[in-house]
T-cell receptor
Framework: GQNIDQPTEMTATEGAIVQINCTYQTSGFNGLFWYQQHAGEAPTFLSYNVLDGLEEKGRFSSFLSRSKGYSYLLLKELQMKDSASYLCAVMDSNYQLIWGAGTKLIIKP | TAGITQAPTSQILAAGRSMTLRCTQDMRHNAMYWYRQDLGLGLRLIHYSNTAGTTGKGEVPDGYSVSRANTDDFPLTLASAVPSQTSVYFC?????????????FGDGTRLSIL
């Protein structure tokens, strides 16, 4: 079966750095997406990786290793507004997104 | 820009009743999707449409139907609601289907079936 694993919840301090991991097992791979979802709101697109390596976008970076079935989202200089759930999703061989359950990130002052 | 509009925002529905969740996008995206989001689970695809006039089944299609008469609208119908369909429903769209284009989401419909 297809499976996306990410930690259920993480806590970090304002101004610090946090890394949210995602491992996947899917039928085929056409890229990995990270989305941010604030409580009660819609998911919003953060990043896309299809090749191995690091993609940097401001305070957020996303890394992919296809051979290990592994990705992480790195958030730097954490702000209170970064408190949200972070969703990892993999596009399978049918170009359908398989979603993880999300990681709830709690930022403490 | 409006993006994707879903209606209603929330609804309480008696079991056995029918309900149509509405979704409209103004981005001229070809592909549209319906997901449900339940606590502790990832988003699950119900139905999708890669272009107007075509639809396909996702991971959890049973009990739901969709139509895609034009590019902008993609309604989701529950013919006879059951309590297990209590969920948050998200409509999404992407520029093209069957591709790695990011999906853009509406604000969701919170549906409770009693």
């Amino acid at each position: 079966g297809q499976n996306i694993d990410q930690p259920t919840e993480m806590t970090a301090t304002e101004g610090a750095i946090v890394q949210i991991n995602c491992t996947y097992q899917t039928s085929g791979f056409n890229g990995l997406f990270w989305y941010q979802q604030h409580a009660g709101e819609a998911p919003t697109f953060l990043s896309y990786n299809v090749l191995d390596g690091l993609e940097e976008k401001g305070r957020f970076s996303s890394f992919l290793s296809r051979s290990k079935g592994y990705s992480y989202l790195l958030l730097k200089e954490l702000q209170m507004k970064d408190s949200a759930s972070y969703l990892c999703a993999v596009m399978d061989s049918n170009y359908q997104l398989i979603w993880g359950a999300g990681t709830k990130l709690i930022i403490k002052p | 820009t409006a993006g994707i509009t879903q209606a209603p925002t929330s609804q309480i529905l008696a079991a056995g009743r029918s309900m149509t969740l509405r979704c409209t996008q103004d981005m001229r995206h070809n592909a549209m999707y319906w997901y449900r989001q339940d606590l502790g689970l990832g988003l699950r695809l119900i139905h999708y449409s890669n272009t107007a006039g075509t639809t396909g089944k996702g991971e959890v299609p049973d009990g739901y139907s969709v139509s895609r008469a034009n590019t902008d609208d993609f309604p989701l119908t529950l013919a006879s609601a059951v309590p297990s369909q209590t969920s948050v429903y998200f409509c999404a769209s992407s520029a093209t289907g069957g591709s790695n284009q990011p999906q853009h989401f509406g604000d969701g419909t919170r549906l409770s079936i009693l």
